[in-house]
């Protein structure tokens, strides 16, 4: 089993910086990729960022150049700096991964959520 658990949610003013972790564990073997993804309220989820093991990062339109993903492979850890925070940016947000483990090829893993809030 693989469990993802962010943290770094909260409250924060517009125009505001804000980092979320994510620390994979359990069997892993390895990941492949790692990203975000958030949802409004109302809203589907969707992509905000995702980043491969080598470290290539593709990010959703609406964050770019606002957000950097990172990942520290040695920790199984994912990173979101979170920089000029709008209201519309305010959802739950999901860390996501591929990871294959030691009993399996390779399956996509979903944490809790944590919360983002962006008040003007």
């Known amino acids: 089993q693989v469990q993802l658990v962010e943290s770094g949610g909260g409250l924060v003013q517009t125009g505001g910086s804000l980092t979320l972790s994510c620390a994979a564990s359990g069997s892993i073997f390895s990941i492949n990729v790692m990203g975000w993804y958030r949802q409004a309220p109302g809203k589907q989820r969707e992509l905000v960022a995702k980043i491969k093991d080598d470290g290539r990062a593709n990010y959703a339109g609406p964050v770019k150049g606002r957000f950097i993903i990172s990942r520290d492979n040695a920790k199984n850890a994912v990173y979101l700096q979170m920089k000029s925070l709008e209201s519309e940016d305010t959802a739950v947000y999901y860390c996501?991964?591929?990871?294959?483990?030691?009993?399996?090829?390779?399956?996509?893993?979903w944490g809790n959520g944590t919360l983002v809030t962006v008040s003007s």
């Open positions: 996501n991964a591929y990871v294959r483990t030691t009993e399996s090829f390779g399956s996509i893993y």
